[in-house]
């Protein structure tokens, strides 16, 4: 069974920086696709913010590119987010999952919030 657990999100001032971190159990992040997501308030679905391929590929869409840097530690099995200059429109909760989504991993993820 898989398991993924978010962590790192808080509170920040725009133009602040957070770390997020994704656990996995089940699942191997170095032989897969992964990415990060995100769902802000009041929106429907969820929005791939970061794509990090088995080779360290990354792709991002442009709203977060140059700010947001996708990494994993392959001996923890541990996936991250940096994520720098945040903007307030990058308030959202953020999940870990595979890219494209398996619908039955997601976790609870982890709230981001930026606001003065």
């Known amino acids: 069974q898989v398991q993924l657990v978010e962590s790192g999100g808080g509170s920040v001032q725009p133009g602040g920086s957070l770390r997020l971190s994704c656990a996995g159990s089940g699942i191997d992040f170095s032989t897969n696709v992964m990415g990060w997501y995100r769902q802000a308030p009041g929106k429907e679905g969820r929005e791939l913010v970061a794509?990090?391929?088995?080779?360290?590929?990354?792709l991002y869409p442009s709203s977060v590119s140059g700010r947001f840097t996708v990494s994993r530690n392959r001996a923890a099995n541990l996936l991250y987010l940096q994520m720098n200059s945040l903007k307030p429109e990058d308030t959202a909760v953020y999940y870990c999952?595979?890219?494209?989504?398996?619908?039955?991993?997601w976790g609870q993820g982890t709230q981001v919030t930026v606001s003065s």
């Open positions: 794509r990090l391929t088995t080779a360290d590929g990354t």
């Open positions: 999952n595979t890219q494209p989504p398996d619908v039955y991993n």
